[in-house]
């Protein structure tokens, strides 16, 4: 091993956890754009967004302009059980690829939930506690989501109803089984519980369900039951700005050992993760600070941003959610049936899809078989089973040390490990296997998708 | 939350991390028992000991002298990637039990292997390494050793056979893919891979399987194979050396603080978490610097120290291992097929035996369905979701916690948390759907198994 003064783990003390969220927004010239009513077609007033989502939470998805917001004490409390989550220097996947990249990793797995999902969701829950409500409502693909949601909700006494997407909530039994540890009720998507639901069965009885679906049943739920709000775990504005502390910590860990990176990589599904990972990055950049290399990594087989199109969209399949300005593959799209990892969402953070159209960072596809190769080379020698969505950064990190090889460049990669995959193991027995294909949808058949988007914005 | 200045999680920095392992044995005045030739009734010698196991590991479980044992570069390094470990302060669980006393735990489950046996994995594969071998076998119970070692055997580039237990084989097999992700192969136990295998699966048709007879198979396959060596996760003296450094890592972080422990707690199966856990401070209660309760936990189902006799036994089902002498209930021991927790080999580690029998130490066993409940509290209130065998040690902490709620003591309390559950969450469905019994066996049925102990010793 070489020896350096930078340890193996950066962790900062408990008081050096930021204190406020950072909103990205704040410093945008180019806002994202606001959510549309898809009846009127005109942006969506905090009061008819307040029937779905809790009153502090629309305020915080409105703001742009606040550029930090107090993470108030009792959210600071939980942060505290399981944050801050370490920087990791990858000194042994550096050796393995014989690199003079300096690779490095902020590792959000540390919790039960097994991923960054938690950050939010406790957030979430305590505005949602705040208000006097009864419960919350969601929707859950993989279950990183629904977990987090689960811990939250028991923490603060609150009821939570889990909408899981079929086909996970029969694959997953696990997932389902540490949701109820934590008393959450979990249903299969689509269910006879909601309108919604049992419109779709009709429609294609036999349906394992997609994220779409579990949204639009989740939403009719909160809007419908007394005490209830609907919650999301990605997207939304003010996920990013929580899920801000992933990069708000590794910042500081970062200037604390005076190390500028040069690249950040994280993967892109809804973008929570790398939302929050490079907010106070871009930050920078947008202010002119600093300049770095940003790159968002998709499957090959849910390209929403470098497939997709700019444009308003419906953000769940049953078309009960407001419209989001998003890159989108159109809220039909569900990918291959094959696909196992994860980054499911047919759209794109408006926040993100904002800044990658204005050029300020880049994003790249990965083939689902190069990111479980990726993964186990990262498991064996770095020790920790990443999470298959995790793994699609890992994937383009490996990619980008091994063009420094190349080049002799000594960069400083930084990328986000979102979470841990030990409920994934279906999927690396697939690879493990040789069963797993990397099916990418035909230009047609995205433009059959495409061409069923709303004619608004 | 109280305001103090106790963080909620004490994290060493990297340069803290032991260096040496401390060897309990030293400082003991009675020495744990030789193991003996079952042929001849002679303690072992080390040429016997070294067709098994390898010649260094031979060396470390011989001596019973020599205080502090340098801990290799390579060992330290692989360390670094997971460890310290962090020492938490149980602030909400306080909180929820309404008690006086301040708990401590030390938490081992933030690494793949998901406990503590990474700790003892790693330093034994590096041992085979050296010693140039091709590779290793080794038996797993519920995984979490299997798990370990492959992770070390693949960091170290050895083969790795494991024997598993055929029940958990069929109802884990997440832990089996985390296994072969690292590479190892996984064989259910018993096979017909082996003699011993053979004559079992002909004496018991149909059999799910035990530890005992696992390791008979383990060993077999070690002694016949050239260039392989039999490895084991507890109850041996090295095992419980290498553990010790979870113990050290404790002490330092308490020292940090100025905190003494009133009672320290741990489960107990084979023992290497305990015997890890206690070292340091019972090296100072066995030199008279300190006085500590400390507390074995074992399931009631499988209460080798507290229901076992002090005897010499054999170590496995086939009768291929070495006697040792140690707390036993009979090497056919097997706990009934309810039990879902864990900790279910038929002896006691020979240090913690001895050590128990000089009353240095205190056992008790408890229920399964009292376990799991203390685990579900932990897991909703400290966000961690235990492994069933480490909620042994959160059912007596909660315990004497309580007890300090009656008398207004300020007691501190610290347990060991040796891992995460999250590869049974087969067990805790069986504690949500209410099918988990608390089956204890009769002073009858214990008596049969000790009636077949060995007359030796």
Redesign the interface.
Known sequence: ?PETKI???I?L??NELPKQWYNLRADMKNKPAPLLNPGTGEPMKPEELEAVFCSELVKQELDNTTPYIDIPDEIY??Y???RPSPLVRAY?LEKKLGTPAKIYYKFEG???S?SHKLNSAIAQAYYAKKQGLKGVTTETGAGQWGTALS?AC??FDLDCKVFMVKVSYEQK??RR??M????ASVTPSPSTETEVGKKILAAHPGTTGSLGCAISEAVEVAVKSEGYRYVLGSVLNQVLLHQSVIGLETKTALDKYGIKPDIIIGCAGGGSNLGGLIAPFMGEKLRGEADYRIIAVEPASCPSLTRGVYAYDFCDTGMVCPLAKMYTLGSDFIPSANHAGGLRYHGMSSILSQLYDDKLMEATSVKQTDVFEAA?LF???????PAPESSHAIRVAIDEALKCKETGEEKTIVFGLTG?G??D??A??KF?DGQMSDYIPTDDELAAYRAKLPKIG
């Not at 109820?180 to 008393?183: C, D, F, L, M, S």
């Not at 498991?379 to 089973?385: C, H, K, Y």
């Open positions: 091993m340890p193996y783990k962790y003390n408990e409390n939980f505290k059980m399981y042994f540390n919790n039960t097994g811990m028991s923490f039994p696990f089984e540490v109820r540890t934590y008393g186990e498991a064996r020698v770095e020790g920790i089973l841990t030990y409920f193991m279906v690396y027995e493990h």
